[in-house]
């Protein structure tokens, strides 16, 4: 990392407001839950074992929150709020799942539903990061 990166990143966290992270972390809650809500849009719980077959055999690509996230170290410097945000929509999925009843098995269900929103958005961000390695 060069000085001036390494200047500019310094000038750049000790600029930052009180609330930037709680900022942060509502804009990575607003970027999963928009993924969330296009999959619900999509088909919801009539064609939940069909995306769960399907989601296994390809893999859905989603838009990185921001491209500029890895090249300010944003992410890197709150991993802690990217991993809170991905944690609570793994709770709520579980929560949902929970709430429908033990009837029948949920487990397929609530990974089929990480598989169409958590796990791609993820990924989303964490190629962003690499892509500006390979660039």
Excluded: C, N
């Excluded at 966290?13 to 804009?27: D, K, L």
């Excluded at 390809?58 to 990185?64: L, N």
């Excluded at 992410?75 to 709770?91: G, H, N, Q």
């Amino acid at each position: 990392m060069t000085t001036y990166t390494t200047l500019f990143q310094h000038l750049l966290y000790a600029s930052v407001p009180e609330e930037f992270p709680e900022q942060f972390r509502r804009f990575l809650t607003a970027s999963l839950a928009a993924v969330a809500a296009h999959e619900q849009d999509d088909g919801g719980e009539a064609q939940e074992a069909q995306v769960e077959m399907e989601a296994s055999k390809r893999k859905k690509r989603v838009a990185a929150p921001s491209p500029h996230l890895h090249r300010l170290t944003t992410l890197p410097r709150y991993s802690t709020t990217l991993l809170r945000v991905a944690y609570d929509e793994i709770e709520k999925i579980a929560r949902e799942e929970a709430a429908v009843g033990w009837e029948e098995k949920r487990l397929p269900a609530a990974r089929a539903r990480l598989s169409e929103t958590v796990v791609p958005w993820m990924s989303a961000v964490f190629e962003s990061a690499s892509s500006l390695v390979l660039a």
